[in-house]
């Protein structure tokens, strides 16, 4: 019984949460090469509160996505442009339209 205390407060430290004691676990997460995720908790890989803070600063200066061109996180923290796939929807639809595809009824017949 008295090893039971230990083993969660191990369970804890793993996690990054010890009450009392502001211990935080920051971490990533690489795809391809890229960096799509950060956050803090359980999960990717453990990396420095000063490297999280280093990458958050990093997506705060993302450039603005122009037309079809946005930018992707490289692993090596710098911006890669490329081109996204045009959006389905290029224009916006009236609130009548919305309402009928909100209703299943599909966009409303071209008049002539």
């Known amino acids: ?39 803090t908790g359980g999960g ?4 420095s509160e000063s490297s999280y803070n280093e990458i958050m600063a990093i997506i705060q200066s993302k450039p603005p996505r122009i037309g079809n061109t946005d930018y992707r996180l490289t692993k090596d923290l710098t911006w890669e442009e490329y081109e996204r796939d045009p959006d389905p929807i290029d224009e916006e639809l009236s609130a009548e339209e919305a309402l009928n595809v909100l209703l299943g009824g599909g966009e409303p017949d071209a008049e002539e």
Not at 32 to 39: E, H, L, M, R, S
Not at 44 to 47: H, M, Q
């Open 1 to 39: 019984m008295a090893l039971r205390p230990h083993i969660q407060m191990d369970r804890r430290l793993e996690a990054g949460h010890i009450r009392g004691d502001s211990m935080t676990r920051y971490y990533k997460k690489i795809k391809n090469g890229y960096i799509i995720a950060i956050g």
């Open 44 to 47: 990717g890989t453990k990396i």
